[in-house]
């Protein structure tokens, strides 16, 4: 029995008692009878339904001294994540359903909350790709700009094939291939060594993202293709998008990332390569308009692509130095900064984090706070203020872009499938994982 919470729910909060038994939600109300339930009384908190982050990277298997699922599922449920869904671009790729389905089954024996895996499209592998089961994968994700793990899906005839036939959601990594090579060079011969972060938003640049986003929008719209475009990183791009359909008619989606809303390039200049990304974190105004569309309806949902490497080697050249933040842990708190500052709402953003996702992706009995659904919580103390310590981390690459910053607002508990996974700020080591199940159809 969670007793007192502030639930926010459906775009609404009202102060309920909320029971579980077993893995499931079986009351709602405003006052419940304790009975011989355990009692957890949170008066002057928050209780929303677990986060679902739908981009994630925990580098298992082949680059496991950055993350692995298990390290990354227990940063997950310290920031109130109960479900993710991870990239397929680790060594080997997941471009078959055999290294798929190793995935799920590590998975199954290590994560600590609920966990999808996309199935990776490459220039060579659409028969593999037409195999995946759509009850049981959140999509398929293809590289329509290069990123870590070589699987740059570039040609033409190759996109057409997989915007025509793969018949469940394509999400798509954007960014011109071309644009960025030739910004690569002109950047490389004006500054050679002395190239650094603060170049990489014009490197990989606002018209490289357009040219690939808009292209992935046409082949969408041609085909009647499902379309879930990640991370989007410029003002230019929210054109593409919507916000007259309702989620569950659109067939173009977009999602937008916590460190696009939180930072800008004025960051670049202390944190350097920690900020690196892709596609890249850009100006003042591309940030101020990612908010203004998040806020109009244009972005479906709110996610992290968390992404880690070791300091060693974002400390490397900017050249050497790979792309990727790892947020996670920490996801929920960077959005409770727009909270504070009543940019956004906190039933917004339990319905973009938590809702949408759900709806989106289609997923069984998740996403909301009513009897009869799985008992994925967490507890918000929105008040509590606090600093990221590297102490606290609990990603294995042992670094945040966010150490010393004083944070308002943090998850304090975590309940996935009924059970604690972090109590009282703490990991409990218990793993209560399931296989997120997919709706076919609407």
């Known amino acids: 029995m969670i ?3 502030r639930v926010v729910n459906r775009g609404k909060i009202a102060e309920s008692d909320v029971l579980i038994q077993n893995d499931r939600i079986v009351k709602v109300a405003s006052n419940i009878s304790d ?4 009692v957890k009384d949170i008066k002057g908190h928050y209780l929303i339904p677990g986060i679902i982050d739908d981009q994630v990277h925990f580098r298992e298997p082949g680059l496991t001294h950055k993350e692995d699922i298990s390290t990354g599922a227990m940063g997950a449920a310290a920031g109130g994540v109960t479900s993710f869904m991870e990239m397929p671009n680790t060594k080997p790729s997941a471009t078959t359903q055999a290294e798929l389905e190793k995935k799920y089954a ?3 024996a290590t994560s600590t909350v609920n966990y999808s895996f996309f199935m990776g499209a490459s220039n060579d592998n659409l028969e593999e790709v037409l195999k995946t089961d759509a009850s049981q994968v959140c999509g398929v994700k293809i590289f329509m700009g ?5 699987m740059l899906v570039d040609k033409r005839t190759t996109l057409e094939g997989l915007f025509s036939k793969v018949p469940m959601l394509i999400a798509t990594h954007c960014e011109d291939e071309a644009t960025i090579r030739k910004n690569l060079a002109d950047y490389k011969e004006r500054y050679g060594q002395k190239l650094s972060a603060i170049h990489h ?13 808009s292209m992935a929008a046409d082949l969408a719209r041609k085909h009647g293709t499902r379309l879930h475009i990640l991370h989007i990183s410029t003002a230019k791009e929210i054109g593409l998008f919507s916000n007259t359909i309702p989620l569950q008619d659109k067939k173009i989606t977009a999602e937008v990332c916590v460190h696009h809303l939180f930072f800008d390039e004025s960051y670049y200049h202390s944190l350097g390569n920690k900020v690196k990304c892709n596609p890249a974190i850009k100006t003042v105004h591309d940030k101020e308009a990612l908010l203004k569309g998040l806020q109009d309806g244009y972005f479906d949902v709110i996610a992290t692509d968390h992404a880690p490497h ?3 080697e974002k400390s490397k050249h900017y050249l050497e130095a790979p792309s990727g933040l790892p947020l996670i842990q920490h996801s929920l708190a960077m959005m409770m900064s727009f909270y504070h500052r009543d940019e956004l709402s906190m039933e917004f953003i339990v319905d973009k984090m938590c809702h949408s996702p759900a709806e989106l992706f289609r997923i069984k009995e998740r996403g909301y706070i009513e009897e009869g659904m799985k008992a994925d919580l967490a507890i918000v103390d929105p008040e509590l203020r606090w600093v990221v310590e590297k102490a606290d981390l609990v990603s294995r690459c042992g670094w945040s872009p966010l150490e010393g910053f004083e944070m308002k607002g943090k998850v304090t508990d975590t309940l996935c499938n009924g059970v604690w996974v972090y109590e009282n700020n703490k990991l409990t080591g218990v793993k209560a994982a399931e296989r997120l199940a997919f709706r076919v159809g609407n």
């Open 146 to 150: 290069s990123s870590t793990g070589n």
């Open 201 to 213: 938003p014009m490197i990989r640049s606002t018209d490289g993202c357009y040219l690939s986003s």
């Open 3 to 5: 007793k007192n919470a």
């Open 310 to 312: 070791t300091i060693e």
């Open 106 to 108: 590590t998975a199954k």
């Open 35 to 38: 009975g011989e339930a355990e």
